[in-house]
């Protein structure tokens, strides 16, 4: 069978959205187009029931009520929400924060907003793995500790953090726990009580579903969670966060979580054949190349790989037949080594030739085949071109030429 060219195995950036959520949605587009805020005819009706449904479908996906749930413009709203809402709320009990330093930059820079406020943050390291401790979350709580956040999935390396371990921790010693769920929900499973969260935060485009929403799950207790809303306006989602809600790409995440809900144990399984295969193809291939993060901790669909003596950069700019991500980010013109690998030890040089496969839905094995010789293929015309693989290759120790060469 032929493979459609290009290729894409990018699917921890976006998805494409299913065909099932885009028919569920266009309705939405014209026929039922009302604000779910109109309460005074059936315009706004229809609106409001489809809203209730999605939240009826997202929380059938995470185990919650849906009235736990607050709709966003996507992960990075619901990660700003989470992280600097609460601070805000909670200020008057403390001014320390825990989280990791491989979170997304949606937490990071949320939290590093907040120590310009004067809030406090321990950045908790991670092994080599990619792990955090559970107990060097625990020995960082201090009195003065108002919230911990610790992502479920990696969306760089796809190691899945011991959250449910971490949230015991944090109920047991009465601190409000958020985890950046984003890469994981529809993807393994994800249910709040299970992992221990009082908040997560999700996104439609990582599953299938439109770009421009998202949601917070927000954990009813009494006396209720505090937050802080950053969006003022018309009081909506619970007075949490002001605006018109976007009622088509509701629709399309409550879809997307129903389809996902149905097919993620069929589909994971289907993954993880996927991507074994394509580990084992490029290793079976290819010599000095590492796999990074966690062997079984991981997402189904994610294979973060170093290729030693090969700068991640020129090895997409040699496949452009597969569209797959570097593991350096492109940052003021100067390409920056990924701060994830970094903090799991992996050297600048090594960090700067991973790449990320990210596989998805529609991917077969015959395209998996057809990128591992693609891969093979360029890695090895690539090295040619390295004096220092050809002295690797020569058995010369290259730490100790590159330390006498400065």
């Not at 930059?105 to 955090?132: I, M, N, P, Q, W």
């Not at 009465?174 to 009082?198: C, E, M, T, W, Y």
């Not at 294979?303 to 700019?317: D, K, P, Q, W």
Request: with cysteine.
């Amino acid at each position: 069978m032929a493979v459609k060219l290009p290729i894409y195995m990018d699917y921890h950036s976006t998805t494409p959205v299913d065909p099932e959520v885009l028919e569920a949605m266009l309705p939405y587009f014209r026929e039922h187009f009302g604000n779910a805020a109109s309460r005074n005819h059936p315009f706004g009706w229809n609106a409001e029931a489809a809203v209730d449904r999605a939240r009826e479908q997202i929380g059938s996906l995470i185990g919650c009520k849906p009235q736990e749930i607050v709709f966003t413009s996507g992960a990075t709203e619901s990660d700003n929400l989470a992280v600097k809402g609460v601070a805000y709320a909670m200020k008057h009990k403390g001014d320390h924060i825990v989280t990791s330093v491989i979170e997304h930059h949606a937490v990071l820079d949320s939290c590093r907003r907040l120590e310009k406020e004067g809030f406090r943050v321990t950045y908790l390291s991670v092994d080599k793995d990619g792990l955090v401790d559970p107990m060097a979350v625990e020995e960082a709580i201090t009195d003065k500790t108002i919230l911990v956040t610790i992502m479920y999935a990696n969306n760089e390396i796809g190691v899945l953090q011991p959250v449910k371990e971490i949230g015991a921790i944090c109920r047991q010693k009465g601190i409000v726990f958020h985890s950046d769920a984003v890469q994981a929900v529809g993807k393994i499973p994800a249910r709040v009580d299970d992992l221990n969260v009082d908040f997560m935060s999700l996104t439609a485009h990582k599953m299938y579903g439109p770009k421009g929403v998202g949601a917070l799950y927000v954990r009813m207790t009494k006396p209720p969670v505090k937050l802080v809303p950053l969006m003022d306006g018309g009081g909506h989602e619970r007075g949490r966060r002001s605006g018109t809600l976007a009622v088509p790409g509701i629709v399309g995440l409550g879809a997307a979580c129903v389809k996902c809900e149905r097919i993620m144990e069929e589909e994971s399984k289907r993954l993880v054949g996927l991507r074994e295969r394509l580990k084992k193809g490029i290793f079976g291939r290819l010599d000095h190349v590492y796999l990074n993060g966690h062997p079984e901790k991981r997402l189904p669909g994610n294979c973060n790989i170093s290729f030693e003596f090969v700068e991640g950069e020129s090895l997409l700019m040699a496949m452009k037949e597969v569209a797959v991500s570097s593991g350096s980010a492109c940052t003021s013109a100067t390409l920056e080594p990924s701060y994830v690998l970094m903090a799991l030890g992996v050297g600048e040089e090594l960090a700067h030739s991973s790449i990320r496969f990210g596989l998805g839905r529609w991917n077969t094995e015959e395209e998996v085949d057809f990128v591992v010789e693609k891969v093979g293929e360029r890695v090895k015309r690539l090295r040619e071109m390295s004096p220092l693989y050809a002295m690797a290759l020569q058995g010369v120790d290259l730490k100790s030429v590159q330390s006498s060469s400065r």
